[in-house]
């Protein structure tokens, strides 16, 4: 369990950094360049992010199950995947009429799959990780609030369109295949 404590601490650690110490972030960006920044972000985060990955696949096969959630809470999970996905293609788009009204359509995305899979999971391992990236969303949307939302002008249904597109292309490829591939559990019974 200690990995994937480590590997959470280490994602979430970089991905927190501008709620815990902004001036921090900008000092180092405007001594070194923003480019510095993002080299070390990236860095810092795939390091976090690998070690998060395998310390959940070492964590899921000696953790104790603390319930044995309900097959409809699955189902749930699922139903709820779809707009998480959509939501985090997004994020990743120019301004539609999506990330106008959701303003952080990657926070929420966040939130929305590790609620799911806190309803669809009951092991330690699970509730240590999904609870603390939805602790980390929750968080990370008021510290966003009191930053000051966005303002996106002129939303293009365009890229709503493609959000949903991809989105849902993804959310198939991981139900059909990817899943098990990335993560070696299928996301339904085949």
């Known amino acids: 369990m200690i990995w994937l404590v480590a590997g959470i601490i280490v994602f979430l650690g970089i991905h927190s950094v501008r709620m815990v110490a902004p001036d921090f972030r900008d000092g180092v960006i405007a001594e070194r360049g923003e480019g510095f920044w993002k080299g070390v972000y990236s860095a810092v985060s795939l390091i976090g992010f690998v070690l998060l990955i395998w310390g959940f696949g070492e964590a899921r096969m000696v953790a104790p199950v603390l319930w044995v959630p309900p097959t409809w809470l699955a189902h749930i999970n699922l139903l709820l995947m779809l707009p998480?996905?959509?939501?985090?293609?997004?994020?990743?788009?120019?301004?539609?009429?999506?990330?106008?009204?959701?303003?952080?359509?990657?926070?929420?995305?966040?939130?929305?799959?590790?609620?799911?899979?806190?309803?669809?999971?009951?092991?330690?391992?699970?509730?240590?990780?999904f609870g603390a990236f939805l602790g980390w969303g929750v968080w990370n949307r008021i510290s966003v609030k009191r930053r000051g939302d966005p303002v996106y002008e002129n939303p293009a249904v365009l890229y709503d369109g493609i959000a949903a597109v991809v989105g849902t292309a993804l959310y198939l490829w991981l139900i059909l295949q990817g899943h098990l591939l990335l993560f070696g559990v299928p996301p339904v019974a085949m």
């Open 84 to 129: 998480a996905l959509i939501l985090l293609v997004a994020s990743q788009l120019p301004a539609g009429y999506i990330k106008r009204a959701v303003k952080h359509p990657m926070i929420l995305g966040v939130k929305v799959w590790a609620f799911g899979h806190l309803l669809a999971n009951g092991d330690l391992a699970s509730l240590i990780l």
